[in-house]
């Protein structure tokens, strides 16, 4: 099921926030992420409603664009449910939702510092086709185990990236939907910045604006520890669940 609800584009690009839960803490995040773009970019939250369906109310605040992840082929890749393809999820929602840019965030991402200005940047990056987290605590896309499914690659060099934020143009994305049509073996977070550098897109790296990343797909505590504990300037925690510990942290809107 995809429910395209009402466009109400304002900018020429949006952040699209990905998530399947709506609780109090994800919408408090939510309302600071629509106060944060408010003015540079729209917010479109891409939301997963094979769970739980939308109070009425939410439809009032948010701009809402719907899907059902049990419904919607290979969103789910290899049908290996921990591992959520939202690339899939993300083109849909351009089908219906034009855009020049798309800034995903996932919903346990969180930036210690000026999400704003974080905004403010990507939105006058107008000739990048594709922005990447370059962070791999992995080291090296044959370290990440899904790459097993990846059969008969066309590539030359293969490329893995975290993906709980990117940025992506729509011709970069309509391109990525090509391939998808074709080649149905690459999990979001190879075929992202594998298909950019092999196809020679015009490619960015969030850290090349000063950010950094403290990724896992581990224990969710440990970055939950140092977000909480040892928060450095300018850095993305994931995974970051228990979203209540944002309280008292540099989140200033100027």
């Not at 304002?10 to 699209?16: D, Q």
């Not at 060099?157 to 149905?184: C, H, I, P, T």
Request: charged share 25%.
């Amino acid at each position: 099921m995809i429910d395209k609800m009402e466009n109400n584009s304002k900018h020429k690009n949006c952040v699209v926030f990905t998530t399947h839960k709506l609780d109090d803490n994800i919408l408090r995040y939510l309302r600071f992420i629509k106060t944060a773009s408010d003015g540079v970019l729209d917010l479109v939250v891409l939301y997963d409603c094979s769970a739980s369906s939308l109070e009425k109310d939410m439809l009032k605040e948010f701009d809402f664009f719907l899907f059902d992840s049990s419904k919607l082929p290979r969103f789910f890749y290899y049908y290996d449910r921990s591992l959520p393809n939202p690339l899939v999820a993300l083109v849909e929602l351009a089908k219906h939702r034009k855009y020049d840019h798309y800034l995903l965030m996932e919903n346990d991402i969180v930036l210690n510092g000026n999400l704003a200005n974080f905004f403010k940047r990507m939105n006058a990056t107008n000739k990048a086709d594709y922005i990447h987290i370059a962070t791999d605590v992995m080291g090296g896309p044959l370290r990440h185990w899904p790459v097993q499914y990846i059969i008969d690659s066309p590539f030359e060099n293969l490329y893995f990236a975290w993906s709980q934020v990117f940025f992506v143009s729509k011709r970069y994305l309509d391109e990525l939907e090509k391939f998808m049509q074709r080649n149905g073996s690459f999990y979001y977070e190879f075929l992202l910045p594998t298909l950019a550098y092999n196809r020679h897109f015009s490619i960015r790296q969030f850290e090349s604006y000063g950010y950094h990343f403290e990724v896992s797909w581990g224990p969710t505590e440990k970055c939950e520890d140092k977000f909480r504990n040892h928060p450095q300037q300018d850095t993305f925690y994931h995974p970051i669940k228990n979203l209540s510990l944002v309280k008292g942290l540099d989140f200033k809107i100027v």
